[in-house]
T-cell receptor
Framework: GAGVSQSPRYKVAKRGQDVALRCDPI?????LFWYQQALGQGPEFLTY????????KSGLPSDRFFAERPEGSVSTLKIQRTQQEDSAVYLC????????????FGSGTQLSVL | SQQGEEDPQALSIQEGENATMNCSYK?????LQWYRQNSGRGLVHLIL?????REKHSGRLRVTLDTSKKSSSLLITASRAADTASYFC???????????FGQGTELSVKP
């Protein structure tokens, strides 16, 4: 079956531009997670949904970051007025249940802000 | 912020040798998981061990958990060149919500 799909695979943005990153989780998966991964580092938690409810957004670095999952399936991570420090790989993951057990990850979106 | 810390940061071994990676964490947990990441790819779940378990096996993988020391180890036996990847431990926040990852161990297995 299809895994977690993220698009675009690569995104280059000029500083100050807004970007939107899409995540298609595995069909039927309840929980969806967004992580930010800098080169050579572990993934850093950004935010987490159960169905359409955003239960934890404590990891979002600033109010320029916004995530939504309006119908409990596809999710979008939006970054407004991008800065160079936003350059990273953004990973999406989903899991079938309500707990963070056995996450299935997409291949990520590599964002470069010039 | 990271919950777990892995050591070593990098490990280079020959094919056929065993590889051991360690993870320490800070707060109480429900479970601890290990993931693998090949370069340029997403993470792949390897194994989950619950807080009331001390050891778990899956194929060539052996995981131990010591909750009194807040540490875990991942052993890969009879390593292969295809095991070359970064390995991360991850712990939950004891409420079943977010999963917090360590910094990872970069394993290189030379043929």
């Amino acid at each position: 079956g299809a895994g977690v799909s993220q698009s675009p695979r690569y995104k280059v943005a000029k500083r100050g531009q807004d970007v939107a990153l899409r995540c298609d989780p595995i069909s039927g998966h309840v929980s969806l997670f967004w992580y930010q991964q800098a080169l050579g580092q572990g993934p850093e938690f950004l935010t987490y949904f159960q169905n359409e409810a955003q239960l934890d957004k404590s990891g979002l670095p600033s109010d320029r970051f916004f995530a939504e999952r309006p119908e409990g399936s596809v999710s979008t991570l939006k970054i407004q007025r991008t800065q160079q420090e936003d350059s990273a790989v953004y990973l999406c993951a989903s899991s079938p249940g309500r707990r963070s057990e056995k996450l299935f990850f997409g291949s990520g979106t590599q964002l470069s802000v010039l | 912020s990271q919950q777990g810390e892995e050591d070593p940061q990098a490990l280079s071994i020959q094919e056929g040798e065993n590889a051991t990676m360690n993870c320490s964490y800070k707060t109480s947990i429900n479970n601890l998981q290990w993931y693998r990441q090949n370069s340029g790819r997403g993470l792949v779940h390897l194994i989950l061990i619950r807080s009331n378990e001390r050891e778990k096996h899956s194929g060539r993988l052996r995981v131990t958990l010591d909750t009194s020391k807040k540490s875990s180890s991942l052993l890969i036996t009879a390593s292969r060149a295809a095991d070359t990847a970064s390995y991360f431990c991850a712990t939950d926040d004891n409420q079943g919500g977010k999963l917090i990852f360590g910094q990872g161990t970069e394993l290189s297995v030379k043929p």
